[in-house]
């Protein structure tokens, strides 16, 4: 799935809708590095006023070192490796050193941070398989560098003055990344660990829990490393999991030999579970071609180089190099439509403008031309049990991951109704495989015009927005069906609203975190 303007015929959007839309409008890694630089703009405030005692010298050359030296060996190693380099990923891994080492003038100080740079920046290519970074990179460089004895990360954004811009970016940045659930399930068990901890010790339950959230590094280890989706699991569940485990390592003292538990090391343990649980490495795809599905939406196959594991509904991350970028980063998340049997893998994306540079590089690719998968995931599947009926509501081209449901045949069996929303009759997509599927079929335009042939029209009597009442009265039996909806942030958050409201129990939502 790529962006797209869905039609204005569900509710109109609420605060969350609008947030996510405001949020979707950054990629994950632009969205990062403003608020790790807002971050850091804020701690030198902060020592101006005299809550932190850093030092301003020390903290502005501190800071000069952590992204000069990640971003000059970014680069030198993206030229020895002959690819292209990632300037915003290796921004966020100086920003991320700079919180995590103490900011000093001293000799040997200034050379272990400087040594952790190199290490954080050398760990994406010498720690990687098949293209695809195993370890945190700030993560990696910091326990590498502990281990020399040159110096060791002490997390000091782990304060109670840094609460007040930490808090809301983590929460804005989790909300991006869909990983609110993940982080509450280790937030809970590492602060309750560090509770009872610290309540063995005499301090009360209430004084224990705000040092686990002000004190020690729970929250920005949460949402800036632990969450980062090139090194989760692809299923939910196994994230769920991975949060609690390293919940327990990141909180209870453990000692092996020269390793003792630290934040970093807890992390790296996870890094190395979640890569076991995965697609294991990044993906050579060969262009093989496109074909038009609507005037401003087009399906592009591509040919793996290995057999490519997922799951119908789950999603694939492209990495598009281009010539120009524009600072949106190149790598973007599409839904695959394919069924895991074929040859190809293929997506549907909105191909009108206005155009990003990696979305022209997607559409200026000639057959033969290759490009790299980083990942797959996303817990948009069907229930296990067949007997469950489900509803599946689509806005434009977020009918993408129901077409890979359809082409694997999970759908036949199945009792199922589709309710598809778009401007008019020539913006529904993959029209001839919805009218040939054999399953309902409703299609909702926001211009009243009458839908493809072999599609029922979902318009008769109802106008405007689509409401909770409306979509009652569309599906009928809604309450005895697990609802999936699929479109761009907006659009899904003013759906699930109205389908809580046409008496949904259970609304399931794509988990792609954007482009």
């Given at each position: 799935?790529?962006?797209?303007?869905?039609?204005?015929?569900?509710?109109?959007?609420?605060?969350?809708?609008?947030?996510?839309?405001?949020?979707?409008?950054?990629?994950?890694?632009?969205?990062?590095?403003?608020?790790?630089?807002?971050?850091?703009?804020?701690?030198?405030?902060?020592?101006?006023?005299?809550?932190?005692?850093?030092?301003?010298?020390?903290?502005?050359?501190?800071?000069?070192?952590?992204?000069g030296l990640t971003y000059a060996a970014n680069r030198a190693l993206?030229?020895?490796?002959?690819?292209?380099?990632?300037?915003?990923?290796?921004?966020?891994?100086?920003?991320?050193?700079?919180?995590?080492?103490?900011?000093?003038?001293?000799?040997?100080?200034?050379?272990?941070?400087?040594?952790?740079?190199?290490?954080?920046?050398?760990?994406?290519?010498?720690?990687?398989?098949?293209?695809?970074?195993?370890?945190?990179?700030?993560?990696?460089?910091?326990?590498?560098?502990?281990?020399?004895?040159?110096?060791?990360?002490?997390?000091?954004?782990?304060?109670?003055?840094?609460?007040?811009?930490?808090?809301?970016?983590?929460?804005?940045?989790?909300?991006?990344?869909?990983?609110?659930?993940?982080?509450?399930?280790?937030?809970?068990?590492?602060?309750?660990?560090?509770?009872?901890?610290?309540?063995?010790?005499?301090?009360?339950?209430?004084?224990?829990?705000?040092?686990?959230?002000?004190?020690?590094?729970?929250?920005?280890?949460?949402?800036?490393?632990?969450?980062?989706?090139?090194?989760?699991?692809p299923r939910r569940p196994q994230q769920l999991a991975l949060a609690?485990?390293?919940?327990?390592?990141?909180?209870?003292?453990?000692?092996?030999?020269?390793?003792?538990?630290?934040?970093?090391?807890?992390?790296?343990?996870?890094?190395?579970?979640?890569?076991?649980?995965?697609?294991?490495?990044?993906?050579?795809?060969?262009?093989?071609?496109?074909?038009?599905?609507?005037?401003?939406?087009?399906?592009?196959?591509?040919?793996?180089?290995?057999?490519?594991?997922?799951?119908?509904?789950?999603?694939?991350?492209?990495?598009?190099?281009?010539?120009?970028?524009?600072?949106?980063?190149?790598?973007?998340?599409?839904?695959?439509?394919?069924?895991?049997?074929?040859?190809?893998?293929?997506?549907?994306?909105?191909?009108?403008?206005?155009?990003?540079?990696?979305?022209?590089?997607?559409?200026?690719?000639?057959?033969?031309?290759?490009?790299?998968?980083?990942?797959?995931?996303?817990?948009?599947?069907?229930?296990?049990?067949?007997?469950?009926?489900?509803?599946?509501?689509?806005?434009?081209?977020?009918?993408?991951?129901?077409?890979?449901?359809?082409?694997?045949?999970?759908?036949?069996?199945?009792?199922?109704?589709?309710?598809?929303?778009?401007?008019?009759?020539?913006?529904?997509?993959?029209?001839?495989?919805?009218?040939?599927?054999?399953?309902?079929?409703?299609?909702?335009?926001?211009?009243?015009?009458?839908?493809?042939?072999?599609?029922?029209?979902?318009?008769?009597?109802?106008?405007?927005?689509?409401?909770?009442?409306?979509?009652?009265?569309?599906?009928?039996?809604?309450?005895?069906?697990?609802?999936?909806?699929?479109?761009?942030?907006?659009?899904?958050?003013?759906?699930?609203?109205?389908?809580?409201?046409?008496?949904?129990?259970?609304?399931?939502?794509?988990?792609?975190?954007?482009?």
């Amino acid at each position: 799935m790529s962006p797209v303007d869905t039609p204005q015929t569900g509710p109109a959007p609420s605060l969350t809708g609008r947030i996510g839309t405001a949020v979707g409008r950054f990629t994950m890694y632009r969205l990062i590095l403003v608020v790790l630089a807002v971050l850091a703009a804020y701690s030198l405030l902060l020592n101006v006023l005299g809550w932190l005692t850093f030092g301003i010298p020390e903290m502005l050359a501190h800071l000069a070192l952590c992204l000069g030296l990640t971003y000059a060996a970014n680069r030198a190693l993206a030229a020895l490796f002959r690819v292209n380099p990632h300037t915003e990923s290796s921004l966020i891994t100086g920003l991320l050193l700079y919180f995590l080492f103490w900011p000093s003038l001293q000799p040997r100080d200034l050379a272990g941070v400087a040594l952790a740079c190199v290490l954080a920046s050398a760990s994406k290519y010498a720690l990687a398989w098949r293209g695809r970074h195993i370890f945190n990179p700030a993560a990696a460089g910091a326990f590498a560098t502990g281990l020399t004895g040159l110096n060791i990360a002490t997390w000091w954004a782990a304060t109670p003055a840094m609460l007040w811009v930490l808090v809301p970016g983590v929460l804005v940045v989790l909300h991006r990344t869909r990983k609110v659930l993940m982080a509450s399930v280790f937030t809970g068990a590492a602060t309750a660990i560090i509770t009872l901890e610290l309540l063995r010790s005499g301090m009360t339950a209430g004084m224990g829990v705000w040092q686990a959230l002000a004190q020690r590094p729970v929250l920005f280890f949460v949402g800036f490393m632990l969450t980062e989706p090139l090194t989760l699991p692809p299923r939910r569940p196994q994230q769920l999991a991975l949060a609690a485990v390293v919940g327990v390592l990141f909180a209870v003292p453990w000692n092996l030999g020269i390793v003792a538990n630290s934040p970093e090391a807890a992390l790296l343990a996870g890094n190395l579970l979640a890569f076991l649980a995965g697609q294991r490495g990044a993906v050579k795809l060969r262009f093989a071609g496109s074909r038009p599905l609507t005037p401003t939406t087009a399906e592009f196959s591509f040919e793996p180089a290995r057999p490519v594991r997922f799951l119908p509904g789950q999603y694939m991350e492209l990495d598009l190099p281009q010539a120009r970028p524009d600072g949106k980063g190149r790598r973007r998340v599409f839904s695959l439509t394919g069924s895991p049997g074929e040859r190809l893998v293929k997506f549907g994306v909105r191909t009108a403008g206005p155009l990003s540079a990696a979305k022209a590089a997607l559409l200026a690719l000639q057959p033969g031309d290759e490009v790299t998968a980083t990942a797959v995931g996303g817990d948009f599947v069907l229930p296990r049990d067949p007997r469950r009926p489900v509803l599946l509501i689509a806005a434009g081209i977020g009918i993408t991951p129901f077409v890979s449901h359809l082409s694997s045949g999970a759908l036949r069996e199945r009792d199922a109704v589709l309710l598809l929303l778009a401007r008019s009759a020539d913006e529904v997509a993959y029209a001839e495989e919805l009218g040939t599927s054999g399953m309902r079929v409703l299609v909702r335009l926001a211009d009243g015009s009458d839908p493809p042939a072999g599609l029922a029209s979902a318009s008769a009597g109802a106008s405007g927005r689509l409401d909770g009442t409306a979509l009652a009265a569309l599906v009928p039996d809604i309450d005895r069906r697990e609802v999936y909806v699929s479109g761009s942030p907006a659009s899904v958050a003013s759906l699930r609203r109205a389908a809580r409201r046409a008496g949904a129990r259970r609304v399931r939502t794509d988990s792609f975190s954007g482009y």
